[in-house]
């Protein structure tokens, strides 16, 4: 059975361009949850998406944003970057709508803004 | 608001000692879950062990021990007889379960033990 895949691995942007990352969760799992992961902050959690709808989100900026697909895949956005936003993100997937079931995470897409 | 603090930053150890990793966390709800994850160099995030507030009972998986007490709002990670492969950092994280469907914060980690063994 698959993992959790994230593309790409590693991205370099710069500061004002806008990115997109996308996570592919286990399949059979509808349920798709983002967190940022700095040295300063540790993880953070982004936003969470269930059956294509967004159920919850967490202290971030309108730059933030995601969608989920008819087939559980997701993607996030950041516009306007900004040398804060480098991070690794990672993306968890899970058979229930929350996230108190079984959370599975993907290796993450390290995101540098120079 | 929820809370998780893992007090130790960094611990190293001989191979083959045991070594346990603290977790206090803070919450208001009377249903919630606590969870342990292993994060390896690689990046990703592995699931250790997931406890529901209304059980108490410790638990142990192989090498692995995790001592909940809801008296002093602990969930400890004890590894037996370290490994060389068990060096990474390990999170302890928090959901409140009383969820209906929007507003939750997801998890909630902990700052993360940087856990290592020396050969």
């Known amino acids: 059975k698959a993992g959790v895949t994230q593309t790409p691995r590693y991205l370099i942007k710069t500061r004002g361009q806008q990115v997109t990352l996308s996570c592919s969760p286990i399949?059979?799992?509808?349920?798709v949850s983002w967190y940022q992961q700095t040295p300063g902050q540790g993880l953070q959690f982004l936003f969470e998406?269930?059956?294509?709808?967004?159920?919850n989100k967490g202290n971030f900026p309108g730059r933030f944003s995601g969608r989920q697909f008819s087939n559980s895949r997701s993607e996030m956005n950041v516009s306007t970057l900004e040398l804060g936003d480098s991070a690794l993100y990672l993306c968890?997937?899970?058979?229930?709508?929350?996230?108190?079931?079984?959370?599975?995470f993907g290796q993450g897409t390290r995101l540098t803004v120079v | 608001a929820q809370k998780v603090t893992q007090a130790q930053t960094e611990i190293s150890v001989v191979e083959k000692e045991d070594v346990t990793l603290d977790c206090v966390y803070e919450?208001?709800?009377?249903?919630?879950?606590l969870f342990w994850y292993k994060q390896p160099p690689s990046g990703e995030l592995v699931f250790l062990i997931r406890?529901?507030?209304?059980?108490?009972q410790n638990e142990i998986s192989g090498r692995y021990s995790w001592n909940f007490q809801k008296s002093t709002s602990s969930f400890n990670f004890t590894i037996t007889a370290s490994q060389v492969v068990d060096s990474a950092v390990y999170f302890c994280?928090?959901?409140?379960?009383?969820?209906?469907?929007?507003?939750?914060?997801?998890?909630?980690f902990g700052k993360g033990t940087h856990l290592i063994i020396q050969p």
């Open positions: 968890a997937s899970s058979l229930g709508q929350n996230m108190n079931t079984e959370a599975f």
């Open positions: 399949s059979g799992h509808r349920s």
């Open positions: 998406y269930f059956s294509e709808t967004q159920r």
């Open positions: 919450t208001r709800d009377t249903t919630y879950y």
């Open positions: 406890r529901n507030s209304f059980d108490e």
């Open positions: 994280a928090l959901s409140e379960g009383s969820y209906s469907g929007g507003g939750a914060d997801g998890l909630t």
